[in-house]
């Protein structure tokens, strides 16, 4: 209605009523609207029985819409009725119902008082039509900008506890990644979803194999296999993602990278990536990935962890897969120019009606000044890797071998013990010092030294601390080395020993959880280094300095 009727006791008010709830106080079950929703709309409907100059048109309501910003629909389709001027009126249960922000809930009142349009609170006392309303405007902006600051309080408090809960390792999101599912018992844990952690595996399992992301998407796709969106919608989950792009999502190549680099699938937990800078702003803010919250062994990983390190590996090297096949050549991403360090490239030329095949390096191929050719033939670099292999493994097996017998000496805890005294008495150096800076600090304070003193003194405190602190650390880290260089069950001895009785070394799965690098030189020499590295040669300086304090021992 656009005209309001004359009565005798005044004017008939056109209303809309209006009523919100916040998601977090929401508990809807299977009902349409929740309970609080229900509540408000029936105490305004019992309050405005003893007004009869004022008509119900709408009955606006909002349920699961925060109070700090004012894009909700019902809302916005009241102030419509206002503008438009069907309605002269607006009745909420109190003031928080139409807004906490304290700025945009002023200005939307100046807006209804602009305009002619009644505003009753009724918890508040408030009626813009009422004589006593005129009085109570005084604590009307004080009311608002307490519905503000408990706006505010409880944003602090619910992100202070929610950062607790992820520092923790907790999981907090509205879904489980993929692979995974909320715990019935515990919505804070996730455990595996057979089903899609199946898929995951076959994800890492054709990398490994030389599939790029996009081979990987096409054959998933073929075989009907949901996407991670379908799946969850698959499930009854009203899961809703910003990266669809079609009605029905399809698996894509940035998909499967997402997976590849997750470390969901290892059992750590990842959360914080985005953010909210303060409660009046709704859009996530990406955070810069140091200011990511990661906590490891959460849950049961999906893949091992040597597994997914070296699938990320591979992610971050120049692989292109041949225009005639499916996956990369064996070697792809592992050769490279011991000179230039750049990639070595395979060619194929014909030669007296057969195809032979040679890498050469890629920076050659470029500017013949830059480097040197450094060729190499592909059958002739691929015997030497076999052979290499076969003879690094052997060797991992007598070391494994070497450090058992070790462990039987007497002698064997000897360099650990030294080490670990040289800890407790560098800790005990540390706790001295901090007790001179602290008696420092008494001696100014009881007016005995003056101030350039102390802080000449203190500052030789803090540096002697902090040198004593790095050798602490450089101690500790010597102290784990000399450890686990001692130890014959270390996992990257069992890692190579899984491949000694394999069959075809050569195969790409074998050769990229085998080799780190391959370094061709000029004249067709190549080194060969293997994953593990730092660990094998740590192991054969421990074994050297084993056999000299032998000999030492011998000797004397």
């Known amino acids: 209605m656009s005209e309001y009727m004359n009565t005798a006791n005044g004017v008939v008010y056109n209303a809309d009523t209006y009523s919100r709830l916040s998601d977090d106080d929401a508990d809807k079950g299977d009902k349409k609207e929740s309970d609080s929703i229900v509540n408000q709309k029936e105490y305004i409907r019992e309050y405005l029985k003893s007004m009869p100059e004022i008509r119900i048109c709408h009955e606006r309501a909002d349920d699961g819409f925060s109070g700090v910003d004012f894009f909700r629909p019902d809302f916005q389709k009241m102030l419509e009725d206002v503008r438009s001027g069907k309605v002269n009126c607006i009745v909420v249960k109190d003031l928080s119902r139409l807004g906490r922000n304290y700025i945009d809930t002023g200005k939307y009142l100046q807006e209804f008082a602009r305009l002619g349009v009644r505003f009753i609170a009724i918890n508040d006392g408030y009626d813009t039509a009422n004589l006593q309303g005129q009085a109570s405007t005084i604590l009307l902006p004080i009311k608002n900008l307490m519905n503000d600051s408990y706006s505010r309080d409880i944003s602090i408090k619910i992100r202070s506890h929610l950062e607790v809960k992820k520092r923790k390792g907790e999981f907090i999101g509205a879904f489980a990644g993929y692979g995974y599912m909320k715990d019935e018992l515990d919505k804070n844990k996730l455990i595996i979803d057979d089903y899609a952690a199946e898929v995951v595996r076959d994800i890492f399992r054709r990398k490994l194999e030389g599939m790029s992301q996009q081979g990987i998407s096409d054959c998933l796709n073929e075989n009907g296999v949901l996407s991670p969106a379908e799946y969850k919608r698959s499930l009854g989950m009203k899961y809703h993602t910003g990266f669809k792009s079609n009605p029905h999502a399809k698996w894509t190549a940035v998909a499967v990278g997402r997976i590849l680099r997750n470390p969901l699938y290892i059992g750590s937990t990842v959360q914080g990536k985005a953010g909210r800078p303060n409660y009046k702003i709704k859009k996530p803010v990406t955070k810069p990935q140091e200011d990511w919250i990661i906590v490891e062994n959460t849950h049961e990983g999906i893949v091992s962890e040597e597994e997914?390190?070296?699938?990320?590996?591979?992610?971050?090297?120049?692989?292109?897969?041949?225009?005639?096949g499916a996956t990369v050549y064996p070697l792809s991403g592992l050769i490279f120019c011991a000179d230039c360090k750049q990639n070595m490239v395979r060619k194929t030329v014909p030669?007296?009606?057969?195809?032979?095949?040679?890498?050469?390096?890629?920076?050659?191929?470029?500017?013949?000044?830059?480097?040197?050719?450094?060729?190499?033939?592909?059958?002739?670099?691929?015997?030497?890797?076999?052979?290499?292999?076969?003879?690094?493994?052997?060797?991992?097996?007598?070391?494994?071998?070497?450090?058992?017998?070790?462990?039987?000496?007497?002698?064997?805890?000897?360099?650990a013990q030294k080490v670990d005294k040289q800890i407790e008495k560098l800790k005990a150096d540390h706790e001295q010092y901090m007790t001179f800076k602290m008696k420092t600090y008494e001696s100014f304070i009881s007016n005995l030294i003056d101030k350039a003193t102390f802080q000449n003194y203190t500052a030789i405190y803090n540096e002697?601390?902090?040198?004593?602190?790095?050798?602490?650390?450089?101690?500790?880290?010597?102290?784990?080395?000399?450890?686990?260089?001692?130890?014959?069950?270390?996992?990257?001895?069992?890692?190579?020993?899984?491949?000694?009785?394999?069959?075809?070394?050569?195969?790409?799965?074998?050769?990229?959880?085998?080799?780190?690098?391959?370094?061709?030189?000029?004249?067709?020499?190549?080194e060969i280094i293997f994953k593990y590295h730092n660990e094998y040669r740590a192991a054969l300086a421990y074994i050297e300095q084993r056999i000299k304090d032998e000999n030492t021992k011998e000797a004397v």
């Open 308 to 324: 997914f390190k070296t699938v990320n590996g591979l992610l971050h090297k120049d692989m292109r897969i041949p225009s005639a």
């Open 351 to 415: 030669a007296k009606g057969k195809k032979y095949q040679y890498y050469t390096c890629s920076t050659n191929r470029d500017d013949k000044t830059a480097c040197t050719t450094h060729n190499i033939s592909e059958p002739q670099l691929m015997a030497a890797v076999e052979a290499a292999i076969h003879t690094h493994i052997e060797s991992v097996i007598n070391i494994e071998k070497t450090i058992e017998f070790i462990a039987t000496l007497p002698e064997q805890t000897t360099d």
């Open 464 to 526: 002697t601390c902090e040198e004593i602190e790095r050798a602490i650390a450089n101690r500790q880290e010597e102290l784990e080395a000399i450890l686990n260089a001692g130890n014959p069950h270390n996992d990257w001895i069992t890692h190579f020993k899984a491949f000694r009785f394999k069959e075809n070394l050569l195969d790409r799965t074998c050769l990229i959880r085998l080799i780190d690098r391959i370094l061709v030189h000029e004249g067709g020499r190549i």
